[in-house]
T-cell receptor, first 112, second 113 residues
Framework: KNQVEQSPQSLIILEGKNCTLQCNYTVSPFSNLRWYKQDTGRGPVSLTIMTFSENTKSNGRYTATLDADTKQSSLHITASQLSDSASYICVVSDNAGNMLTFGGGTRLMVKP | DVKVTQSSRYLVKRTGEKVFLECVQDMDHENMFWYRQDPGLGLRLIYFSYDVKMKEKGDIPEGYSVSREKKERFSLILESASTNQTSMYLC????????????FGPGTRLTVT
């Protein structure tokens, strides 16, 4: 069964600090991996999408890494801001069709 | 700019009522999806549609039906709402298969009392 596990479940950091969120997956055959940011009461918004051949992709202060061999991804947030407080969801797609496998998310709180 | 809209942000219904959740996208996307999101369970796919009048069951279709009469509109129907259907409902659309990005609407928070 395809699974996506994220850690930690929740995280509190001080404004200006860096943090790293983890995602492990067992989806096969792998197509791509996305990180979404979901503000409270809103729909998820895509941050990055990575295919098998990509191992790093950046979007401003967000940098995602992918190790397709170990089936792990991380999302690094640099110089955190209060607006980074949100849930971050890792989503993995297989080649079989329309099905995505969602992780449970990491809830990040950035405190002043 | 990409736009997926949902008919209501918050909805309160009574047990046994028929509930309609509407989703509209303006990107001419082929595929549309309905998910529900519950704490600790993440997003779970209820139904999706890859073309007008076409639908496929997702992981948790029981108690739900869908309708897609026009390309831009995808409706989720709760035939007889129950308290265990209290949840956040998210609609999404994409140009193609799972290799394409899905764009999400703002969500509808449904409470069934």
């Amino acid at each position: 069964k395809n699974q996506v596990e994220q850690s930690p479940q929740s995280l509190i950091i001080l404004e200006g600090k860096n943090c790293t969120l983890q995602c492990n997956y067992t989806v096969s055959p792998f197509s791509n991996l996305r990180w979404y940011k979901q503000d409270t009461g809103r729909g998820p918004v895509s941050l990055t999408i990575m295919t098998f051949s990509e191992n790093t992709k950046s979007n401003g202060r967000y940098t995602a890494t992918l190790d397709a061999d170990t089936k792990q991804s991380s999302l690094h947030i640099t110089a955190s801001q209060l607006s980074d407080s949100a849930s971050y969801i890792c989503v993995v797609s297989d080649n079989a069709g329309n099905m995505l496998t969602f992780g449970g998310g990491t809830r990040l709180m950035v405190k002043p | 700019d990409v736009k997926v809209t949902q008919s209501s942000r918050y909805l309160v219904k009574r047990t046994g009522e028929k509930v309609f959740l509407e989703c509209v996208q303006d990107m001419d996307h082929e595929n549309m999806f309905w998910y529900r999101q519950d704490p600790g369970l993440g997003l779970r796919l209820i139904y999706f549609s890859y073309d007008v009048k076409m639908k496929e069951k997702g992981d948790i279709p029981e108690g739900y039906s869908v309708s897609r009469e026009k390309k831009e509109r995808f409706s989720l129907i709760l035939e007889s709402a129950s308290t265990n259907q209290t949840s956040m409902y998210l609609c999404a659309s994409s140009l193609g298969t799972a290799t394409y990005e899905q764009y999400f609407g703002p969500g509808t928070r449904l409470t069934v009392t």
